[in-house]
């Protein structure tokens, strides 16, 4: 089969791979139809290579059609529509039933210290291979693909993978009260949808910060008040503060993560720990990581006193400085961590309607062929072509 392959730092190509194969017995296999890039899978284009092998299969938003099932598999028959959420979780065990399928206890990385294993996303996580394939193996077939009905595009139903929890938590973490007001820092995918998912439930003012504009419009059109960080970069807190009562907002989720804009210092270490042998780059991002912070620090900074800020962008530093005196004193909230996938499809699938309230029929910017994959990842890093969400269709 044909896979978007990790070759190494900026570095992505299509190769000829084996086909995957029935292991276990409550295995399937999935022939993928759509799948997604993710502004994570930028993490392993840019800095992560030092947890990524030469040939590693990338992704982790697909979906497609059942094509075998191991002699275990009662839940699903070849032929059934399925989505597969990027935490690899057994549904069964003491995390899985409290909705925690990111931290699922059957397939914790045990050698990392890390949670539930992810498709497509290095050895921290695993190494499974990902969904930027023509087909993929996904285990626990009984437990963990959410099954859809045929006839509507894949556009329906492919960001249950991913983006819809991940917004959906992110919001969920904020706890936004009804008609408060929340700051979306970031708006490609997780934070576009973070926002329309805000004002889906109630919130009665949100902010969207970013510096593309395509990406602001886009935003405006969804209702929100767009703010653009090149013209506010010196005085971002002052104009939220200016349109939340002079108080801040009552929420802020940062969803950018470890490669905000902002101090070029972290920046250049990021990039000089990822020139560095893997023997050498490996043990140090583990222990001393330090991440791009400016958005964090802007979360912190943003938001009113007794408020929260909820990070769905992801983080990897271990040594990242915190200012505690500055978040104690404001009385913060603070959450966090990878969205945990099966607990919000059940809140979510009932939206993917034809009425869709959320314009996920409408929310990918690109349709490509699977081969021009690497062509994708390095536009979506350049933030070039107004690229915001691009569906691969292997």
């Known amino acids: 089969m044909r896979a978007l392959t990790w070759q190494g ?43 990524l092998a030469p040939g590693d299969i990338l992704g982790h938003e697909p979906m497609g059609v059942v094509e075998e099932v191991g002699t275990g598999v009662t839940a699903l028959a070849p032929g059934d529509r399925v989505v597969v959420p990027f935490n690899v979780s057994c549904g069964t065990c003491f995390m899985c039933r409290q909705g925690l399928q990111s931290q699922c206890e059957t397939t914790q990385v045990h050698e990392y210290g890390t949670g539930a294993s992810l498709f497509g996303y290095t050895k921290l996580y695993g190494q499974v291979p990902g969904g930027q394939a023509e087909y993929l193996r996904v285990p626990f077939g009984n437990t963990l693909p959410v099954k859809v009905p045929h006839g509507p595009p894949d556009d329906r139903f492919v960001y249950l993978s991913d983006v819809l929890p991940t917004a959906w938590q992110a919001v969920a973490y904020a706890d936004v009260p009804r008609e408060g007001s929340v700051v979306v820092l970031g708006l490609g995918p997780i934070g576009d949808m973070a926002a329309r998912v805000a004002r889906h439930q109630g919130a009665g003012l949100v902010i969207g910060v970013d510096l593309v504009p395509e990406r602001l419009a886009r935003a405006s059109g969804h209702g929100v008040h767009a703010l653009d960080l090149r013209e506010h970069e010196k005085d971002l807190a002052e104009a939220v503060r200016e349109l939340t009562g002079g108080r801040g907002p009552d929420a802020v989720i940062d969803a950018v993560g470890m490669e905000a804009h902002g101090n070029p210092v972290p920046k250049a270490a990021q990039w000089a720990t990822a020139l560095l042998p893997d023997a050498l780059a490996e043990p140090f991002m583990e222990k001393a990581g330090v991440d791009r912070l400016a958005a964090l620090y802007s979360a912190i900074d943003l938001v009113r006193r007794g408020g929260t800020v909820s990070l769905s962008g992801v983080y990897g530093g271990a040594k990242d400085p915190m200012p505690l005196l500055q978040m104690f004193d404001k009385q913060l909230q603070l959450r966090m961590g990878q969205a945990n996938v099966l607990r919000w499809v059940p809140d979510i699938l009932p939206l993917l309607t034809d009425e869709d309230p959320l314009g996920v029929d409408t929310f990918a910017t690109h349709h490509l062929p699977l081969e021009e994959a690497p062509a994708a990842y390095a536009a979506f890093q350049g933030k070039e072509d107004g690229m915001i969400k691009t569906l691969l269709r292997p």
């Open 9 to 51: 730092r900026r570095d992505v190509s299509v190769e000829t791979v084996p086909d995957p194969e029935i292991t276990d017995p409550d295995d399937i296999v999935v022939r993928v139809t759509s799948t997604g890039i993710c502004g994570s899978d930028l993490h392993l284009y840019e800095v992560l290579g030092p947890f």
